[in-house]
């Protein structure tokens, strides 16, 4: 090295403060180690120095602003020296700690001192060191688990986790753990619901926003002074991974949604997403954006995502029809110089293979005239004999779920039954074995193989008593249908809204020709109440005529 570079290279003098140092109180602070750092570097006529400091940083990670410059900068060649006050300050993940000192900084020919450890590098690494890291270790974990621990009993409480409400809320200035509607922002989380409601995908609401020039969460953040990222480069640029996060967010509903993430271990900052089951809901702890009924529409809508065509139609349909014999979906295909009068479904798992099940085609506007025609006959049914209606299909509906409930009970009992079985003759082979009437080996395969078995059965256990409880006799989903279909008032034409809340699947039976016609069976499933048991032609007549007969003497 000449000595022009020489005299370039600077003794870096490295401050990190975490948000748990904080309540350590001043002795603790930046300021006190910067004071520190720089007598030092003085008293030891250390050249060139310069402070670098990481504020609210842990200790664990190194993905630390000040210190990767650093790293670079020794890269370069241009640090003689990296001082800081005490060991920990470097970092407390003992596998890095530990490679810095004994490979990088004698690669990088950086000398390391840790003043109030009395580590200096020039004059060799004690065999206390490695010990010192394995301390500082234990306490980033101890540390963590403590507040792991304070956050467990706060989720469980209600309170909610996330440090910033979702876009759509704000915190209460007098209580920062309540959410207030922020009524701006809310305005666009309805608009968002509504559009995807009415057949759009995020993608496509991306796309209106953007040129609605509807200012994104974090712009709209900024604008109101709430500290948050940097607004896009390009103002107003919606994608469609926010829009399916708000889509997602069961927040909008009045509820607080905790433990939705986790951390594999207290060294790795990635969150890793929990299944939904482990997630611990407080329903109604503050005021909704979006109904329930809206959002689990919208939450089945996205199980069923529909995809435009080549063309850009997508159909109100699409992802509703399925497949009488091979229950796949059926694909919606616009052609012939894109008329939509001519737009078809045909069965997906015929376009993949011919051979595994047959074409199941329907034209779109013959589904829509079909439905259209169920609905209302299905709207004034309800409206008009609302009891009747609601008497037959608890009939129908009750039967069906009498025999479900009856199989899932008896399933569970088997398996409870054999959970005792196998620890008796668990307790049998064991009897056996200690008698010398089997072998060792004998008995360790019979016992592994029973304890698989009853390990697998006591995981399904929990969820078979959970099918049972919710497959008992329920009321709710009618009624709900009911309350909705005695609103709807002049259905002369069918929209994506009325479509997606009322219409849970089309299933479309293979066409069959007898006298030389087509005929096609389509089956319509009503979304809380399935197949409706609707009047016979002779019926509805019937039902019509003293309909009439009601309100002319109601009139006379």
Same mark, same amino acid.
């Given at each position: ?111 390391? %001192?840790?003043?109030?450890?009395? %580590? ?197 349909? @699409? ?114 074995? !200690? ?8 008995? !360790? ?57 009322? %219409? ?31 009047? @016979? ?20």
């Amino acid at each position: 090295m000449n000595i022009k570079q020489s005299d370039k290279r600077i003794t870096a003098l490295y401050a990190r403060l975490s948000r748990d140092d904080e309540k350590d109180g001043i002795s603790g602070s930046i300021q006190n180690q910067k004071a520190i750092l720089e007598k030092y570097a003085k008293d030891n006529k250390l050249p060139n120095p310069r402070f670098f400091y990481d504020d609210g940083f842990s200790g664990v990670s190194f993905t630390r602003p000040a210190f990767m410059e650093i790293m670079e900068l020794a890269e370069q060649g241009l640090v003689a020296n990296l001082v800081v006050k005490d060991h920990s300050r470097l970092g407390r993940n003992r596998l890095v700690v530990g490679q810095l000192l004994e490979e990088d900084f004698v690669r990088l020919d950086v000398r390391y %001192i840790a003043i109030m450890d009395n %580590i200096d590098t020039a004059k060799g690494i004690s065999d206390i060191v490695p010990m010192q890291d394995l301390f500082n270790e234990w306490h980033a974990k101890n540390t963590s688990d403590k507040v792991r621990r304070v956050m467990q009993s706060k989720g469980m409480s209600g309170v909610p986790l996330t440090t910033n409400p979702p876009f759509g809320y704000m915190k209460n200035p007098n209580n920062k753990d309540e959410w207030l509607v922020d009524e701006p922002a809310a305005k666009v989380v309805r608009q968002i619901f509504e559009m995807c409601v009415s057949g759009l995908g995020p993608t496509q609401i991306a796309k209106r926003l953007k040129a609605k020039k509807v200012m994104t969460p974090t712009e709209y953040w900024n604008s109101i002074g709430r500290k948050c990222g940097k607004p896009p480069a390009i103002p107003f640029r919606w994608v469609a991974d926010t829009v399916s996060d708000i889509l997602d967010k069961q927040e909008y509903c009045g509820d607080t949604v905790n433990f939705r993430t986790y951390r594999k271990s207290f060294k790795l900052k990635k969150k890793l997403d929990k299944p939904k089951e482990e997630w611990k809901v407080f329903p109604d702890t503050h005021p909704a954006i979006i109904d329930r009924e809206t959002f689990a529409l919208v939450q089945e809508l996205r199980q069923h995502r529909r995809r435009p065509t080549k063309s850009g139609i997508v159909s109100m349909f @699409s992802g509703l029809l399925y497949c009488a014999d091979c229950g796949e979906k059926l694909y919606y295909s616009v052609t012939n110089n894109y008329k939509r009068e001519l737009a078809y479904f045909f069965c997906s798992s015929y376009r993949k293979n011919s051979e595994v099940c047959s074409a199941h085609y329907i034209r779109e506007k013959v589904v829509e005239s079909l439905v259209l025609e169920s609905m209302q006959r299905v709207m004034w049914y309800v409206q008009t004999y609302e009891k009747l209606f609601a008497q037959r299909q608890m009939e129908d509906f009750g039967e069906k779920k009498k025999k479900e409930l009856a199989e899932k009970r008896r399933e569970l009992d088997r398996a409870k039954r054999r959970v005792s079985e196998i620890d008796g003759i668990i307790q049998k082979l064991y009897e056996d074995n !200690a008698m010398g009437r089997i072998s060792d080996e004998r008995f !360790a395969t019979m016992s592994m193989s029973l304890e698989d078995e009853q390990s697998r059965l006591k995981d399904r256990i929990p969820e078979m008593e959970n099918c049972v409880e919710n497959a008992k006799i329920q009321t709710e989903g009618l009624q709900r249908f009911i309350d909705k279909a005695k609103r709807v008032t002049q259905l002369s034409e069918l929209t994506p809204e009325l479509v997606h809340e009322f %219409i849970q699947k089309i299933v479309v039976s293979k066409p069959e020709y007898r006298d030389g016609k087509r005929y096609q069976g389509v089956e319509i499933y009503y979304n809380g109440v399935g197949i409706i048991r609707e009047p @016979s032609p002779d019926e509805m007549e019937e039902y019509f005529q003293e309909h009439l007969e009601r309100k002319a003497a109601k009139t006379a």
